[in-house]
């Protein structure tokens, strides 16, 4: 085959399409990915008003020099939420339908000690493809059996499994388990390295 | 019949392709149990759809036949990639409820269909007005049975609370399967009922119509 032959065949043709498309693609998509990108900070300021409903001030602390990764979660960002003394933990938990889902919780502070949970949201859920079927009145339900000295089991109080509960309904079984895992996670991490263990 | 007719009445009853062709069954299982997630998709759907069917019937020329379901496959994703980034920026709260099946229009059976039955080998505009109409059958389809799951389900129609009453079960997948193949059925029905009306009309008209030549 010659050179000129080879210009006019169907397999340079072919090529040719299928390569100028996906240039065409992916230069539409990478312009459009620069007007079109959520910043980190855009997604904070909406978690925040989805937790609070409102802007609240929030000081960031630094937890590089701490111990960030348990078992079954990993501690990726904390804050000192001024206005009301809580904190809030960005937490991932493991153990999803195969993906890992990230969670904002208020871990609630009393006295000085971490008394429970406030309030908990779905940041990000990679591979979770059931997480939307986890309400916010699921995740209210899990805050308020939160407790300090108890582990939440896949979305249980320790002990106290309750059928009929508000996930069981949905399917999300798997994604419920992640996030009891990063809710477990965010109270250890307050407990230990910002409320010193002091829990009584 | 004006054939925009035809195609639009095909898109929306005929040839709909949630309730007569069965495509598209994934996201519909997984998504409506909420009214609010299923008319979502739907109209997310109905902008790609009609994109895509333009852009394939515009470039059906310059695509070789050999390689027209990769380049297909990449023009839809291009499509469903923009509208994602569309809606996590300017929708969010409908961004999270459609979870990882925003992703999963790239398979869809009814975009990709559609591009290789319609619009590869008809004009842009009737492939607009094809994309547009089983877009619209396509969301019909699924808030209706959207709306009826998630009454049964969690008592509310579209987030709004009407009954304290529900039936769990209508709130997971097995539910919703349960009311997509009662709605099957009842839309093959009904529609049947109406070819069969129609034949009997037709069949009547015909006789009169012999009745009056010999008449005559």
Not at chain 2, 47 to 64: F, G, Q, R, W
Request: charged share 20%; hydrophobic share 45%.
């Amino acid at each position: 085959m010659t050179v000129k032959q080879f210009f006019k065949s169907t397999a340079f043709k072919c090529v040719a399409t299928l390569m100028g498309i996906l240039l065409v693609c992916g230069v539409f998509l990478t312009v459009m990915y620069g007007f079109l990108q959520v910043s980190d900070e855009e997604r904070f300021d909406r978690a925040i008003q989805k937790i609070y409903g409102k802007s609240v001030e929030t000081t960031q602390i630094d937890i590089s020099e701490k111990e960030t990764s348990f078992e079954y979660s990993d501690i990726l960002e904390l804050y000192k939420v001024e206005d009301d003394g809580n904190y809030l933990v960005l937490a991932s938990g493991k153990e999803g339908f195969g993906g890992v889902v990230e969670c904002w919780v208020v871990v609630k502070m009393e006295n000085g000690a971490v008394a429970g949970v406030n309030k908990i949201s779905v940041n990000k859920a990679n591979g979770e493809s059931y997480i939307s079927k986890v309400s916010q009145g699921a995740l209210d339900s899990l805050a308020q059996k939160a407790d300090p000295d108890e582990e939440l089991m896949g979305g249980y109080k320790h002990g106290t499994k309750e059928p009929g509960g508000d996930y069981v309904q949905t399917g999300a079984s798997y994604s419920m388990r992640a996030i009891s895992n990063a809710v477990n996670g965010a109270m250890e991490f307050v407990k230990a390295y910002v409320a010193g263990g002091n829990n009584q | 019949m004006n054939k925009y007719k035809r195609i639009t009445l095909d898109g929306l009853i005929f040839q709909n392709p949630t309730l007569m062709l069965v495509l598209g069954t994934c996201p519909t299982l997984g998504l409506i149990s909420s009214a609010t997630s299923a008319a979502g998709m739907g109209l997310t759907v109905v902008v790609i759809l009609t994109l895509s069917n333009i852009i394939i019937s515009a470039l059906k020329k310059l695509i070789p036949n050999e390689v027209r379901i990769p380049c297909y496959i990449v023009v839809i994703a291009t499509l469903v990639t923009f509208a994602r980034m569309l809606l996590e920026k300017f929708v969010p709260d409908l961004y999270d409820s459609l979870g990882g099946f925003l992703a999963l229009i790239v398979v869809n059976c009814i975009i990709l269909g559609r591009a290789e039955a319609f619009a590869n080998k008809h004009t842009v505009l009737e492939s607009a007005v094809d994309g547009l109409a089983n877009g619209l059958g396509f969301t019909c389809a699924l808030t209706v049975m959207g709306i009826v799951c998630e009454f049964l389900g969690s008592g509310s129609i579209f987030g709004l609370h009407i009954m304290n009453f529900t039936i769990g079960m209508f709130a997971t997948p097995a539910g919703s399967f349960i009311i997509y193949g009662l709605s099957i059925a009842l839309f093959t029905y009904i529609i049947n009922l109406f070819e069969q009306r129609k034949r009997v009309n037709e069949n009547r008209l015909a006789r009169e119509n012999l009745l009056d030549k010999e008449a005559a």
